[in-house]
């Protein structure tokens, strides 16, 4: 879950894939380094909360300070990293 306490016009959080993204269209996106395109886009204002369950791909965007509310795990699936190549 997420608490944005303050964000910027613009700010917004991936939270997501969209509809009809399968295994081979999200192997494409990490090889061309589109991966972002195959999210669904939420925008953020300052007060908004999000809840989304533990298992859903996700990326937090730039312009906000989020407060981030989980449960403790030892497991994280990086797999991909922004500008990386």
């Not at 910027?8 to 997501?16: M, N, T």
């Not at 509809?19 to 395109?37: N, Y």
């Amino acid at each position: 879950m997420w608490h944005a306490v303050s964000a910027l016009a613009g700010a917004q959080l991936q939270l997501g894939l969209k509809p009809g993204v399968d295994q081979e269209k999200f192997r494409k996106g990490l090889a061309s380094h589109t991966v972002e395109d195959l999210f669904e886009v939420q925008p953020v204002r300052t007060g908004d909360t999000f809840f989304r369950p533990c298992g859903h791909a996700h990326s937090i965007g730039p312009n906000m300070v989020i407060c981030e509310v989980q449960e403790y795990s030892d497991l994280t699936y990086r797999v991909y990293d922004f500008g990386a190549r």
